[in-house]
């Protein structure tokens, strides 16, 4: 295991300073040149995507080819960003009743970037590919776990042609997370992590009167009406909660079945769940690989007992897979019902409850049944039909036959406590800048 030195406080205020320094002359750049940087990023991550994957999944044990995924998905939003963002940031005309007058887009300065482990490439790109493209600098607080990753990043992006405080990562505990956003060389704020992270780190930037965009957990609900496709819906719920070891944000975590459909779903959802490969992550077999720290395994052993202990049926697992690494058995449980823990918590590994609604509507019910508010998938041979009940549903995203995933082109982020703000797309390059209007009359 490789150990890293981290930054003191002083250096810490030190690297924020210096990015402060940076960020006119880098927002001083024509929109062309800052592209350049993250074209030539691009490029170096594909080079170097088996060097980079294997690195994520030696920290945080993600399975090796989800890994390689992670890090092209990284090189697009790079260049798609570099090819939208002037567009994007376009100042536009709004005729009053002056001679000229309308809104600019400028850069807010330095973004602080707290980052969690479990896409640690891609939570970290998707917030800098547009932070950077609109003006702004970047100072990088990832997750503990994720040393390695982190230095990889500022490395690449410097040998992309940003000079020194575009991008910069700070190696500091989670402690040290409140004296950053404090710093009066830090202008805004963007989080991705738990709801408990996304409560401390908005309350310390309201304090500071700072933007915020917080992205945070989720409970997401797949949706499964009977007229659906039982087959494709089974295959990609499997999918679905299982992707990234099941330690994603918005891996489905609560599967709701109209009843006429739930023998037929759950044999299919079972019988797949049973023959996922466990293993090895670097192994390009293995589908799914061990969590990422051991109390992990805990919490969610904890979580299954609880659920069982309250009158859910166990399908298929519901044990921790002895021998080294933290690995828990893909599980299955049948008969979850509001009120136990599988579908009031959020759960962060490969534990799947399946919870029976009555009709369609009793399943958009259930669905909306949580405080947290991100994504949600519904599955209906009737694409009208579930565009309408789409609409119900209370999340920042609803795919219908589709699994929830995030995607340059569109907004991404949820409401309730899975936060608020936005990332990606148009909107996502929008939320911290300063839209600044400007009025002329002529003399």
Same mark, same amino acid.
């Given at each position: 295991?490789?150990?890293?030195?981290?930054?003191?406080?002083?250096?810490?205020?030190?690297?924020?300073?210096?990015?402060?320094?940076?960020?006119?002359?880098?927002?001083? +750049?024509?929109?062309?040149?800052?592209?350049?940087?993250?074209?030539?990023?691009?490029?170096?991550?594909?080079?170097?995507?088996?060097?980079?994957?294997?690195?994520?999944?030696?920290?945080?044990?993600?399975?090796?080819?989800?890994?390689?995924?992670?890090?092209?998905? %990284?090189?697009?939003?790079?260049?798609?960003?570099?090819?939208?963002?002037?567009?994007?940031?376009?100042?536009?005309?709004?005729?009053?009743?002056?001679?000229?007058?309308?809104?600019?887009?400028?850069?807010?300065?330095?973004? +602080?970037?707290?980052?969690?482990?479990?896409?640690?490439?891609?939570?970290?790109?998707?917030?800098?590919?547009?932070?950077?493209?609109?003006?702004?600098?970047?100072?990088?607080?990832?997750?503990?776990?994720?040393?390695?990753?982190?230095?990889?990043?500022?490395?690449?992006?410097?040998?992309?042609?940003?000079?020194?405080?575009?991008?910069?990562?700070?190696?500091?505990?989670?402690?040290?997370?409140?004296?950053?956003?404090?710093?009066?060389?830090?202008?805004?704020?963007?989080?991705?992590?738990?709801?408990?992270?996304?409560?401390?780190?908005?309350?310390?930037?309201?304090?500071?009167?700072?933007?915020?965009?917080?992205?945070?957990?989720?409970?997401?609900?797949?949706?499964?009406?009977?007229?659906?496709?039982?087959?494709?819906?089974?295959?990609?719920?499997?999918?679905?909660?299982?992707?990234?070891?099941?330690?994603? %944000?918005?891996?489905?975590?609560?599967?709701?079945?109209?009843?006429?459909?739930?023998?037929?779903?759950?044999?299919?959802?079972?019988?797949?769940?049973?023959?996922?490969?466990?293993?090895?992550?670097?192994?390009?077999?293995?589908?799914?690989?061990?969590?990422?720290?051991?109390?992990?395994?805990?919490?969610?052993?904890?979580?299954?007992?609880?659920?069982?202990?309250?009158?859910?049926?166990?399908?298929?697992?519901?044990?921790?897979?002895?021998?080294?690494?933290?690995?828990?058995?893909?599980?299955?449980?049948?008969?979850?019902?509001?009120?136990?823990?599988?579908?009031?918590?959020?759960?962060?590994?490969?534990?799947?409850?399946?919870?029976?609604?009555?009709?369609?509507?009793?399943?958009?019910?259930?669905?909306?049944?949580?405080?947290?508010?991100?994504?949600?998938?519904?599955?209906?041979?009737?694409?009208?039909?579930?565009?309408?009940?789409?609409?119900?549903?209370?999340?920042?995203?609803?795919?219908?036959?589709?699994?929830?995933?995030?995607?340059?082109?569109?907004?991404?982020?949820?409401?309730?406590?899975?936060?608020?703000?936005?990332?990606?797309?148009?909107?996502?390059?929008?939320?911290?800048?300063?839209?600044?209007?400007?009025?002329?009359?002529?003399?």
């Amino acid at each position: 295991m490789q150990e890293y030195a981290g930054h003191s406080p002083a250096d810490a205020a030190a690297c924020l300073d210096r990015a402060a320094a940076a960020q006119p002359a880098w927002a001083a +750049l024509p929109f062309a040149a800052r592209a350049a940087v993250l074209t030539r990023a691009a490029a170096l991550l594909r080079e170097r995507t088996g060097a980079l994957a294997r690195l994520a999944t030696i920290e945080m044990g993600k399975p090796i080819a989800q890994a390689e995924g992670e890090v092209e998905k %990284c090189a697009w939003v790079c260049e798609w960003y570099a090819e939208h963002a002037e567009r994007l940031l376009a100042p536009e005309s709004v005729a009053t009743d002056a001679t000229r007058s309308g809104t600019r887009c400028e850069p807010l300065g330095v973004l +602080l970037a707290i980052m969690p482990w479990n896409f640690p490439f891609w939570q970290v790109f998707r917030a800098a590919a547009p932070a950077l493209m609109a003006g702004n600098v970047v100072a990088l607080k990832h997750a503990s776990n994720v040393p390695g990753v982190a230095l990889a990043i500022e490395s690449l992006l410097r040998e992309a042609g940003a000079h020194e405080g575009v991008f910069a990562t700070l190696l500091v505990p989670a402690s040290g997370a409140a004296a950053l956003i404090a710093h009066d060389a830090v202008a805004a704020v963007t989080l991705t992590g738990s709801e408990a992270a996304g409560r401390q780190v908005g309350g310390t930037a309201g304090a500071a009167l700072k933007k915020v965009v917080l992205e945070l957990g989720g409970s997401d609900p797949f949706v499964v009406l009977a007229d659906a496709d039982m087959d494709e819906a089974a295959a990609v719920a499997v999918t679905a909660r299982v992707q990234n070891n099941g330690q994603s %944000c918005i891996a489905a975590k609560r599967f709701i079945v109209e009843a006429p459909a739930a023998e037929a779903f759950t044999r299919a959802f079972v019988a797949r769940t049973r023959a996922l490969v466990v293993g090895d992550p670097l192994n390009r077999a293995t589908q799914v690989g061990p969590l990422a720290r051991p109390e992990f395994v805990d919490d969610l052993d904890d979580q299954v007992q609880r659920t069982l202990a309250a009158g859910a049926t166990l399908l298929a697992g519901g044990h921790r897979i002895e021998g080294p690494g933290w690995y828990y058995a893909p599980t299955v449980l049948g008969g979850v019902t509001p009120g136990m823990a599988a579908f009031d918590e959020e759960t962060f590994g490969p534990l799947a409850p399946v919870t029976i609604a009555r009709d369609a509507a009793d399943a958009v019910r259930l669905a909306n049944l949580t405080r947290y508010g991100l994504g949600a998938s519904l599955w209906t041979r009737d694409a009208t039909k579930g565009e309408a009940l789409a609409r119900e549903i209370r999340a920042g995203a609803v795919f219908v036959n589709g699994m929830v995933k995030s995607d340059p082109r569109l907004p991404f982020g949820g409401i309730k406590a899975s936060g608020h703000g936005r990332e990606l797309a148009g909107t996502g390059i929008r939320e911290f800048v300063n839209l600044k209007t400007v009025w002329v009359r002529e003399g």
